[in-house]
Nanobody, 124 residues
Framework: QVQLVESGGGLVQAGGSLRLSCAASGRTFSNYCMGWFRQVPGKERECVAAISRSSGSTYYADSVKGRFTISRDNAKKTVYLQMNSLNPEDTAVYYC?????????????????WGQGTQVTVSS
């Protein structure tokens, strides 16, 4: 069992930055690939970034490439999402998720554990 708790969301103006954190507890964090997803009402949950167990490989959705950076600190059992140059289209609830797998996937149903989500609102 893995518990995930996101933090760092909030209200920011367009062009601004936020850093989301996801703290894990429970089973061995380094055994899990991690992903950041976002969801707006009426739309499917979208993977914006994912990272392999050792940080050797990452994935970014086209919509966030060059603006978002995913990283992890296995010693601290934490995964981060640095979000720069935010725009109103980035407004969503952001979730972190853990997948007991050898490599990352952007597919939500593969993930085993989810956090409760943190709201990110970007004003124009």
């Amino acid at each position: 069992q893995v518990q995930l708790v996101e933090s760092g969301g909030g209200l920011v103006q367009a062009g601004g930055s936020l850093r989301l954190s996801c703290a894990a507890s429970g089973r061995t964090f380094s055994n899990y690939c991690m992903g950041w997803f976002r969801q707006v009402p009426g739309k499917e949950r979208e993977c914006v970034a994912a990272i392999s167990r050792s940080s050797g490989s990452t994935y970014y959705a086209d919509s966030v490439k060059g603006r978002f950076t995913i990283s992890r600190d296995n010693a601290k059992k934490t995964v981060y999402l640095q979000m720069n140059s935010l725009n109103p289209e980035d407004t969503a609830v952001y979730y972190c998720a853990a997948d007991l797998a050898l490599s990352w996937t952007p597919t939500a149903y593969h993930y085993d554990y989810w956090g409760q989500g943190t709201q990110v609102t970007v004003s124009s």
